[in-house]
């Protein structure tokens, strides 16, 4: 890589290289209530004999905390007050916090994984932790340690990667630092959970080497707490299968804490028997679209025969994730498909005929118990109260998380940007004039829309010299539906009705802060008219609201709802990035749909009706029309054209597919096609194709960066940052190369062979599956490139005193600016290899990351634990050590420069 010449960009990295090595934070200065390593086992026991089997089972089974008190979080056990066993929060996540109060968004995980950087992962831990404290949550739902098999599952893009080791090791460092501020961390989804399928099935030396691994690291971690998932798991419910978790999670891993059902996770009551301690949510409000969804096993009084509304799909479009004009078929989760068996017994029953006893409930209450003495809560070290958050602090690790993160896929001599650039830039799309701050709503942090700087403002902030053009292209936040098109009862305006009756009429819909103009807080508000369209097209309608709910319907039809529900948890509060990639610009939530109308009247329907948040209604009805886009595409090309050179963000919302949602590939093509100096930045969490990688003269990938991203990606396009980060998953050519999704393999995928889905890749995952089948990666996992330039030298491996390896090597930064490499040990299959076990052709074994000065060589010392030198032998049901295998060290997986034997 050869770098342009610049004078502040060489200052700049020489000032942040200082300024990192100043800003190191020790984890003990993160410390609030460190867990004991054990709790006070007398005690514990003595609580549970004063308990009554009603008391126990308030341990085991969530409840419904006081409305006054309530936070809107995920989950809430009730303790037993009368012996002052105090209740639990759970919270939501990853990353961050999701309560009735908006959290900082961190990076996505998959940013976290890039780092490479366990120091990293801990610091994004610390965070996690202390939003937890501050947001009065217990329990911290996180860490994803599931695989990235399958890119199209739906939650994939939660994980740190397709490797175990890398899981294991980022979600073992998130743990020590969110439980070091005295909140318990609850390891997730154990275990198979890394497909859109059900009906699992894996064979053991795979499971106990893959999808079970990160969780041993978990455990080793002292996580406190384990969510077995949805799927089934080689036939039985994983939250109800004797074999993962008695025989593998308890007996073999030795997890000590208490394991949670994912909600609605439980099928029945004889869960219970099987390695199963805690049943959420427990119950449900009645009113709750999850009513319908929520079974309550762990009860033991009579059934509830109340009448239940029937699951509404549309009423969790937020959570689940509602359509938007670029990705037109809604990307949440598959409600139809989810198990809903249900075997009918009841705990009265089970109690009775014996099928679960005291002695099974008492021992699950005495694990939870166990977890809420060692971690303090027995003696007050709980927080319920709401507090500020450490917002300066937490951003510091959000921002520096976002720069380390950063991806550099391919650099001709574009990046970082020189002067020539900066003096004429065209920024283009909305990723450019907004934050592409979470990517998607589901379980995380909000974030704090407040503190969002665009990439373009803190470009100009970091060079204010620069001569920058900005071009949206797809236009987000529309233009407010004129006055000119809105009727009622062949008059002028739309007819406002209020709850107390009162009517009046608005010539538009725009209630907003940035209007000057809101509605009182809790008010339930009705617009009806008539929309006159000039041209039949396909008009984006945008709904925009915050502090209430909103639903849009023309001509009797509803058109889309904001994803705040009743019940659905999480406060029911109406967060400004809930239903779209991006909120408006002035911050308010956008729920966007493509509406097909002919020329003429259109029936139309506003309605706004308060959440809890006490906060003045703002509700406005946006749209672009088909002209509009047009011209805001023909403004994009351009800028593009008079630049002398051109950055196009792109971005993805949930599950890619492997695609860029909308236009964004006819876009950069576009771009590239009259500007020879086209650069393209990119806010995705998975893997995407890149039909224009060849037309475009450098690619940056800043996934989704937090609350702070945009200060990030100014910095590494500055040069302020030599990014470093690496690829967390395999990016292939094309999406058949992966494995899930081989056409020539169906049972791999999550449709599977006759109901099942079985993984007969066995360990071949990810970049072990391309280097078995010897397919050509488009970017290898662990690949990134640099501002500068590094050589690896003197390759020494060495017996470790706990049986593994201590592999060394030195590392020199040979280039002139500084920046950090991480340097990669692999170990090859064994030569001999016995019969019936797998081996992949090479396994990730250790890594790190180190800052390296222009010219200057550090020794990196990198352990190989003994569990990477052992294969779980099915014959033997054991750890066996296998035969001497190669060491590798490299960049990436396909760039391995140094081998020794061991």
């Given at each position: 890589?050869?770098?342009?010449k610049s004078?502040y960009?060489?200052k700049y990295?020489?000032v942040?290289f200082?300024?990192?090595?100043?800003?190191?934070v020790s984890v003990?200065s993160w410390?609030?209530?460190v867990?004991a390593?054990?709790?006070?086992e007398?005690?514990v026991?003595?609580l549970?004999?004063?308990m009554t089997?009603?008391?126990?089972?308030?341990?085991?089974?969530?409840?419904?905390?006081d409305?006054s008190?309530?936070?809107?979080?995920?989950?809430?056990l009730?303790?037993?007050?009368?012996?002052?066993?105090p209740?639990l929060r759970?919270?939501?996540?990853?990353?961050g916090?999701?309560?009735r109060v908006?959290?900082?968004?961190e990076?996505?995980?998959?940013g976290?994984?890039?780092?490479?950087?366990?120091?990293d992962?801990e610091?994004?831990g610390?965070?996690?932790?202390?939003?937890a404290?501050?947001?009065?949550?217990?329990?911290v739902?996180?860490?994803?340690?599931?695989i990235d098999?399958?890119?199209?599952?739906?939650r994939?893009?939660n994980?740190?990667?397709?490797d175990?080791?890398l899981?294991?090791?980022?979600?073992?460092?998130e743990?020590?630092g969110?439980q070091?501020?005295?909140v318990?961390a609850?390891?997730k989804h154990?275990?198979?959970?890394?497909?859109?399928a059900?009906?699992?099935f894996i064979?053991q030396?795979t499971l106990?080497?893959v999808?079970?691994?990160p969780f041993v690291?978990?455990i080793g971690?002292?996580?406190s707490?384990?969510?077995?998932s949805?799927?089934?798991?080689?036939?039985p419910?994983?939250?109800?299968?004797?074999d993962?978790?008695k025989?593998?999670?308890?007996?073999?891993?030795?997890?000590?804490?208490f394991?949670?059902?994912d909600?609605?996770g439980?099928?029945?009551v004889?869960?219970?028997?099987?390695g199963?301690?805690?049943?959420?949510?427990?119950?449900?409000?009645?009113?709750?679209?999850f009513k319908?969804f929520?079974?309550?096993y762990?009860?033991?009084?009579p059934?509830?025969?109340?009448p239940?509304?029937p699951?509404?799909?549309?009423?969790?479009?937020?959570?689940?994730?509602g359509?938007?004009?670029e990705e037109?078929?809604?990307?949440g989760?598959?409600?139809?498909?989810f198990?809903?068996?249900?075997?009918k017994?009841?705990?009265r029953?089970?109690l009775k005929n014996?099928?679960?006893?005291?002695?099974?409930?008492?021992?699950?209450?005495r694990?939870?118990l166990?977890?809420?003495?060692?971690?303090?809560y027995?003696?007050g070290?709980?927080k319920h109260?709401v507090?500020?958050?450490n917002?300066?602090?937490n951003a510091?690790?959000?921002r520096?998380t976002a720069?380390?993160a950063a991806?550099?896929?391919?650099?001709?001599?574009?990046?970082p940007?020189g002067?020539d650039?900066?003096?004429s830039l065209?920024?283009?799309?909305?990723?450019?004039?907004?934050?592409?701050a979470?990517?998607?709503?589901g379980?995380?942090?909000?974030?704090?829309?407040?503190r969002?700087?665009?990439p373009m403002?803190?470009l100009k902030?970091?060079f204010?010299?620069a001569?920058?053009?900005?071009?949206?292209d797809d236009?987000m936040?529309g233009?407010p539906v004129?006055?000119?098109?809105?009727?009622?009862?062949?008059k002028p305006?739309?007819?406002?009705?209020e709850?107390?009756?009162?009517?009046v009429?608005?010539?538009?819909?725009?209630?907003?802060?940035?209007?000057g103009?809101t509605l009182?807080?809790?008010?339930?508000?009705?617009?009806?008219?008539?929309?006159?369209?000039p041209?039949?097209?396909e008009?984006?309608?945008?709904l925009?609201?915050?502090?209430?709910?909103?639903?849009l319907?023309?001509d009797?039809?509803r058109i889309?709802?904001?994803?705040a529900?009743k019940?659905?948890?999480?406060?029911?509060?109406?967060y400004?990035?809930?239903?779209n990639?991006f909120p408006?610009t002035?911050?308010l939530?956008?729920v966007?749909?493509a509406?097909q109308?002919t020329a003429?009247?259109?029936?139309?329907?506003?309605m706004?009706?308060?959440?809890?948040?006490?906060?003045?209604?703002?509700?406005?009805?946006?749209?672009?029309?088909?002209?509009l886009?047009e011209s805001?595409?023909?403004?994009?090309?351009d800028?593009a054209?008079k630049?002398?050179?051109?950055?196009?963000?792109?971005?993805?919302r949930?599950?890619p597919d492997?695609?860029?949602?909308?236009?964004?590939?006819?876009?950069?093509?576009?771009?590239?096609?009259?500007?020879p100096?086209t650069?393209v930045?990119?806010?995705?969490?998975?893997?995407?194709?890149?039909?224009?990688?060849?037309k475009?003269?450098g690619?940056?990938?800043?996934?989704?960066?937090?609350?702070e991203?945009?200060?990030a990606?100014?910095?590494?396009?500055l040069?302020?940052?030599?990014p470093?980060?690496?690829?967390?998953?395999?990016?292939?050519?094309?999406?058949?190369?992966?494995?899930?999704?081989?056409?020539?393999h169906?049972?791999?995928?999550?449709?599977g062979v006759?109901?099942?889905?079985?993984y007969?890749e066995?360990?071949d995952?990810?970049y072990?599956?391309?280097?078995?089948?010897?397919i050509?990666?488009?970017?290898?996992f662990?690949?990134?490139?640099?501002?500068t330039?590094f050589?690896?030298s003197?390759?020494?491996?060495?017996?470790?005193a706990?049986n593994?390896l201590?592999v060394?090597?030195?590392?020199?930064?040979t280039g002139v600016?500084a920046?950090?490499?991480v340097?990669?040990v692999y170990?090859?299959a064994p030569?001999q290899?016995?019969?019936?076990v797998?081996f992949?052709?090479?396994?990730?074994?250790?890594?790190d990351r180190v800052t390296l000065?222009?010219?200057e060589s550090k020794?990196v010392?990198?352990h190989?634990s003994?569990?990477?030198?052992?294969?779980w032998?099915v014959?033997e049901?054991?750890?066996?050590?296998?035969?001497a295998?190669?060491?590798?060290v490299?960049s990436s997986s396909?760039?391995?420069?140094?081998?020794?034997?061991?």
């Amino acid at each position: 890589m050869s770098l342009k010449k610049s004078k502040y960009r060489t200052k700049y990295l020489a000032v942040a290289f200082c300024l990192g090595a100043l800003s190191v934070v020790s984890v003990a200065s993160w410390a609030q209530a460190v867990p004991a390593e054990k709790a006070d086992e007398a005690r514990v026991d003595r609580l549970l004999k004063q308990m009554t089997l009603e008391e126990k089972m308030n341990l085991i089974r969530g409840g419904l905390e006081d409305p006054s008190v309530y936070q809107g979080q995920a989950g809430y056990l009730p303790g037993v007050p009368r012996l002052h066993v105090p209740s639990l929060r759970m919270a939501d996540g990853p990353p961050g916090l999701l309560t009735r109060v908006a959290g900082q968004a961190e990076t996505a995980t998959m940013g976290v994984a890039a780092t490479f950087s366990a120091k990293d992962a801990e610091a994004n831990g610390a965070v996690i932790g202390r939003e937890a404290r501050s947001l009065g949550i217990d329990v911290v739902l996180q860490p994803f340690i599931n695989i990235d098999r399958d890119i199209t599952f739906a939650r994939a893009y939660n994980t740190f990667g397709e490797d175990p080791m890398l899981s294991g090791a980022m979600g073992a460092a998130e743990v020590r630092g969110a439980q070091a501020q005295g909140v318990m961390a609850m390891a997730k989804h154990y275990v198979g959970y890394d497909s859109n399928a059900y009906n699992i099935f894996i064979d053991q030396q795979t499971l106990h080497e893959v999808y079970a691994a990160p969780f041993v690291d978990a455990i080793g971690a002292g996580v406190s707490s384990v969510m077995c998932s949805y799927n089934r798991i080689n036939g039985p419910f994983a939250c109800g299968n004797s074999d993962t978790l008695k025989t593998i999670l308890k007996e073999e891993m030795g997890f000590k804490g208490f394991v949670t059902s994912d909600w609605g996770g439980v099928h029945s009551v004889l869960f219970l028997n099987e390695g199963l301690d805690m049943e959420m949510p427990g119950a449900a409000e009645a009113d709750s679209p999850f009513k319908a969804f929520i079974n309550n096993y762990f009860v033991t009084a009579p059934p509830d025969t109340t009448p239940v509304k029937p699951l509404d799909p549309e009423a969790l479009a937020g959570i689940l994730g509602g359509p938007i004009p670029e990705e037109p078929q809604a990307n949440g989760l598959d409600l139809g498909g989810f198990p809903r068996d249900n075997d009918k017994t009841t705990m009265r029953e089970a109690l009775k005929n014996g099928t679960v006893t005291e002695a099974t409930i008492t021992a699950a209450a005495r694990r939870v118990l166990y977890e809420i003495d060692r971690f303090g809560y027995l003696d007050g070290k709980q927080k319920h109260t709401v507090t500020a958050q450490n917002v300066e602090e937490n951003a510091a690790v959000i921002r520096k998380t976002a720069e380390d993160a950063a991806v550099l896929l391919k650099n001709e001599h574009a990046l970082p940007l020189g002067n020539d650039d900066l003096q004429s830039l065209a920024l283009i799309g909305p990723g450019a004039g907004q934050v592409a701050a979470i990517g998607t709503f589901g379980e995380r942090s909000p974030g704090l829309t407040e503190r969002q700087i665009s990439p373009m403002v803190a470009l100009k902030k970091g060079f204010p010299e620069a001569n920058i053009m900005y071009a949206v292209d797809d236009d987000m936040t529309g233009v407010p539906v004129p006055a000119s098109t809105l009727s009622h009862d062949g008059k002028p305006g739309l007819l406002r009705t209020e709850s107390r009756g009162s009517k009046v009429v608005d010539a538009q819909l725009d209630f907003t802060h940035s209007n000057g103009r809101t509605l009182p807080a809790n008010e339930t508000v009705t617009w009806k008219g008539t929309l006159t369209v000039p041209s039949a097209g396909e008009y984006w309608m945008y709904l925009q609201v915050l502090g209430a709910r909103g639903r849009l319907m023309i001509d009797g039809k509803r058109i889309g709802q904001t994803g705040a529900a009743k019940g659905t948890v999480h406060g029911d509060v109406q967060y400004a990035t809930q239903d779209n990639g991006f909120p408006t610009t002035d911050g308010l939530d956008n729920v966007r749909r493509a509406v097909q109308l002919t020329a003429g009247p259109h029936s139309i329907t506003v309605m706004a009706s308060s959440d809890t948040s006490n906060k003045p209604e703002q509700i406005r009805l946006n749209w672009t029309t088909p002209e509009l886009r047009e011209s805001n595409h023909r403004a994009a090309i351009d800028a593009a054209k008079k630049a002398h050179t051109a950055v196009v963000f792109v971005w993805t919302r949930g599950k890619p597919d492997f695609a860029l949602p909308g236009e964004q590939d006819k876009l950069v093509d576009e771009i590239a096609a009259v500007n020879p100096n086209t650069i393209v930045v990119m806010n995705v969490s998975q893997p995407v194709a890149m039909p224009w990688l060849g037309k475009v003269k450098g690619v940056l990938q800043m996934w989704w960066p937090g609350d702070e991203g945009g200060w990030a990606t100014a910095d590494v396009l500055l040069g302020k940052v030599s990014p470093a980060g690496r690829l967390p998953f395999t990016w292939a050519k094309q999406l058949t190369d992966y494995a899930a999704n081989d056409p020539a393999h169906p049972e791999r995928s999550d449709k599977g062979v006759d109901g099942k889905t079985t993984y007969s890749e066995g360990v071949d995952v990810g970049y072990r599956w391309f280097d078995k089948q010897k397919i050509e990666p488009l970017f290898p996992f662990g690949f990134g490139l640099s501002y500068t330039s590094f050589a690896y030298s003197d390759l020494k491996v060495a017996k470790a005193a706990d049986n593994g390896l201590d592999v060394s090597v030195r590392v020199k930064n040979t280039g002139v600016v500084a920046g950090d490499e991480v340097p990669q040990v692999y170990l090859d299959a064994p030569e001999q290899q016995p019969d019936g076990v797998q081996f992949a052709p090479k396994t990730l074994a250790a890594f790190d990351r180190v800052t390296l000065a222009p010219g200057e060589s550090k020794d990196v010392t990198m352990h190989v634990s003994p569990r990477a030198l052992e294969y779980w032998s099915v014959a033997e049901k054991k750890w066996v050590r296998s035969d001497a295998r190669r060491v590798r060290v490299g960049s990436s997986s396909r760039d391995l420069k140094l081998a020794a034997e061991r």
